[in-house]
């Protein structure tokens, strides 16, 4: 039943991530008027943070008897099933505002460095 119930749960995965996939566009324009700071924060602790948050969701359905010996109860299949999309999400959000931030300049100017003017020696 576990493998039935993790096969559905692994196509909606799947499924979500390609719906995202086709938004890319929205999400990279929406990302772009954030503050740099902003997407720094995001980009570096999303990526951690949605990892912790899957796996402590994880553990609480384990815990709460979300799993019996038949496999996950309908409760624990839907909170895998939600903790597996927003992990998604979160996955999805981090990683795009990191490429935002590697495709910014880090300046704004278009100009040189420095000024190059000839020196006369008297």
């Not at 999303?46 to 899957?54: K, N, Q, R, T, Y």
């Not at 895998?80 to 931030?101: R, Y």
């Amino acid at each position: 039943m576990i493998w039935i119930q993790g096969s559905i749960s692994f196509v909606l995965w799947i499924l979500y991530g390609w719906r995202l996939r086709a938004t890319s566009a929205s999400l990279h324009r929406r990302l772009i008027q954030w503050p740099r700071s902003r997407r720094v924060f995001v980009a570096s602790i999303g990526l951690l943070l949605s990892l912790v948050l899957l796996f402590l969701g994880l553990w609480g359905v384990a815990a709460l008897g979300g799993l019996d010996h038949r496999g996950m109860t309908f409760w624990g299949w839907v909170a895998v099933t939600a903790l597996g999309l927003g992990f998604i999400h979160m996955q999805v959000v981090s990683a795009a505002a990191m490429i935002t931030l590697l495709q910014s300049p880090v300046t704004r100017s278009g100009s040189g460095s420095s000024v190059h003017q000839d020196t006369k020696i008297s």
